[in-house]
């Protein structure tokens, strides 16, 4: 099942006001700018994620193979309702001249903080927390084998990361003060920088995107290296509709004109060494 991301999704996209909404949230979020989604049916997805290898061996000639089956394990996600409500009072509406783009600012920073707490949710989730959530990076990878030590060497920490993943990770997700300590350590040449297609400026480390985010979404020297792929590696979810934006009018008695913007939305990890987490607190060398 292919996924796009959002930035594939706005040439798509005929709906300008969803249009709109989607490139808002796109350009504020340099995750989401990358993600691929998958738009799957109903409100929950099962998949199996490998565990080993299928056995297979040499034979000689009128043989058998030793036929051992890979293992594997079922995974289920589910479809969280992330949303909200841009919201124009009858008194803005009477002492603001052009309602039009009064709505168009106030449905952009509601769509900028949707974009906001996907990210939070993608890296800090926990339906323990909260259970209309979904769990997140941190929460998946926390305990497992591809937890790494901070050996405080950040580049050859990150070194070790990206070697772990599998299939090679396509972006590095960090805070900002983390990524500026990396640009001032990294050697000559590691650090690049290019434009996304959105035209923001996005930091390299050997030829990686680096995904930097504000501190308050994750803390110091804690890295994740991920590889994204629908299906394969790690992949939003959403309905089959994507995004939802509504221009709602004014309802009823209340004296306010709505948009509601709503996403279907949660996060599937194919493969279990698609993410590999370096930890915050640096470990003494054995």
């Known amino acids: 099942m292919a996924g796009l991301t959002l930035a594939q999704t706005v040439d798509l996209t005929q709906d300008v ?22 738009n799957i049916e109903g409100s929950g997805y ?13 034979r000689a000639v009128n043989t058998n193979y030793n036929t051992v089956a890979p293992t594997t394990k079922k995974e289920t996600e589910f479809l ?25 600012i106030q449905t952009a920073l509601t769509a900028k903080s949707i974009a906001h707490k996907y990210e939070k949710t993608f890296i800090n989730g926990d ?33 070790v990361l990206l070697d772990e993943v599998y299939g090679g990770a396509d972006a ?7 990524r500026r300590k ?17 035209g923001v400026q996005v930091t390299q480390y050997g030829d990686v995107d680096i995904i930097d985010l504000d501190a308050e ?29 509504r221009s709602l009018g004014e309802l009823g008695e209340s004296p306010q004109i709505k948009t509601r913007i709503e996403w279907f939305v949660g996060l599937a990890v194919f493969h279990p060494k698609a993410v590999a987490m370096r930890k915050a607190t640096a470990e003494a060398a054995a």
Request: aromatic share 6%; glycine share 8%.
């Open 172 to 178: 590095l997700i960090m805070n900002k003060k983390t």
């Open 127 to 159: 339906v323990a927390v909260d259970a209309n959530s979904f769990n997140g990076l941190k929460k998946r990878v926390a305990g497992t084998e591809m937890e790494f030590a901070n050996t405080g060497n950040l580049t050859a920490d990150l070194d």
């Open 17 to 38: 006001l969803k249009k709109g909404v989607i490139e808002t949230m796109a350009t504020e979020s340099k995750l989401l700018a990358v993600l691929p989604f998958m």
């Open 80 to 104: 969280t309702i992330l949303g909200g409500e841009a919201v124009i009072d009858s008194f803005q509406m009477e002492v603001h001249s052009n309602i039009n783009d009064l709505m168009a």
């Open 217 to 245: 979404l994750l803390e110091d020297d804690v890295i994740f290296a991920v590889k994204f792929g629908a299906g394969e590696a790690v992949s939003g979810l959403q309905s089959k509709s994507g995004l939802s934006v």
């Open 182 to 198: 990396l640009t001032g350590e990294a050697r000559d040449g590691q650090i690049t920088y290019v434009k996304n297609s959105f």
């Open 46 to 58: 099962s998949y199996n994620v490998e565990q080993s290898l299928a056995g297979v061996e040499f």
